[in-house]
């Protein structure tokens, strides 16, 4: 059996340890072989096509601390509570929240937001780092200058890494033009790996229709949440999200469909960390039904039953 092989025996051991599948999908396999080999990858698969396995994998058979740097604390605290849950060590930095303690002593995964990226402190902890993960890589280039303006200072993160380790980066949409200003601006070094896969989603339904002017659109959303509360035969409403560009649209939706009587909630920056906390643990355990939301709440948030979004 030669080295490759070997590594890819390995990988699917841990994927059905840890996950309990026994086999890849789509470009995993390939961008894992690549992080093991020590090897830069760019990946493009779907949101909910399992972009997390293609560094939580190798970063486990790596070994040491895997640093991923992601935008949205709600998927952060998502993808560092299924790790825990499968018995992996895992903390997240950004905002209010603490994890120093964790990150510092041997965590396998620590997720930080980009802004930390500036820290002398997270910056020491790459000094150790066998693998580095950029999700939601798009952003260097398309949004990084009005969205998360720190995600253009990520080049300078490869400097402190050890020499070889591998950085991966992972977006669910990227044009040509978009990847390789990603794979520039992150220094993905010669003969990285590019895996992309499709994003095409058969069971997926996309429907686009024009938006009525003012506040007809709230009845017709209101009318849509309560047509597919019916199609449930009175199991209610299962999860829909409904993302709105501002947070004062967000609490202009809000009120409006409350006062139709449906019971929405409301998601964005503007709350305070605990509240934001709060609000995600209700959305996760069947709490909340309608969650109205800036892109703050994020898009990949795992959840097999949510049924609509809207956007």
Not at 2 to 8: E, K, Y
Not at 63 to 83: E, W
Not at 209 to 230: D, F, M, N, S, Y
Request: glycine residues 10%; hydrophobic residues 45%.
């Amino acid at each position: 059996m030669g080295p490759m092989a070997g590594s890819d025996a390995l990988a699917r051991a841990t994927l059905r340890r840890y996950w309990g599948a026994t086999e890849f999908r789509g470009v995993q396999a390939s961008a894992i072989r690549a992080a093991l080999a020590g090897t830069d990858v760019f990946v493009r698969m779907a949101t909910g096509g399992g972009k997390s396995a293609c560094y939580q994998v190798p970063g486990l058979l790596l070994g040491g601390q895997t640093v991923v740097v992601s935008p949205l604390i709600s998927l952060m605290h998502d993808q560092v509570a299924a790790l825990v849950s499968r018995g992996i060590t895992a903390c997240y930095l950004g905002g209010n929240h603490g994890g120093w303690s964790a990150a510092e002593g041997g965590a396998r995964f620590v997720y930080v937001t980009p802004e930390m990226c500036a820290s002398p402190r997270l910056r020491r902890l790459l000094q150790a780092c066998t693998l580095l993960a950029v999700d939601e890589a798009h952003c260097v280039s398309e949004w990084g200058q009005s969205f998360r303006s720190s995600y253009t200072q990520l080049n300078k993160l490869r400097a402190h890494l050890p020499p070889g380790t591998p950085v991966m980066a992972l977006t669910a949409t990227a044009t040509d033009e978009t990847r390789r200003d990603v794979v520039r601006s992150l220094g993905l070094r010669a003969g990285y790996v590019d895996v992309t896969g499709t994003v095409d989603r058969a069971n997926l339904r996309y429907a686009v229709r024009p938006k009525p002017p003012g506040r007809a659109a709230h009845e017709v959303l209101c009318v849509e949440l309560r047509a597919i509360e019916a199609a449930q035969e009175g199991a209610g409403v299962p999860c829909v999200v409904v993302y709105m560009p501002t947070t004062k649209e967000v609490d202009s939706l809000v009120a409006a469909l409350q006062a139709r009587g449906v019971a929405a909630a409301g998601y964005h920056a503007k709350l305070t960390p605990s509240a934001r906390a709060a609000l995600q643990a209700a959305f996760m355990q069947g709490g909340c039904s309608v969650l109205v939301a800036t892109v703050a709440f994020g898009m990949g948030i795992d959840k097999p039953d949510v049924r609509a979004v809207y956007n």
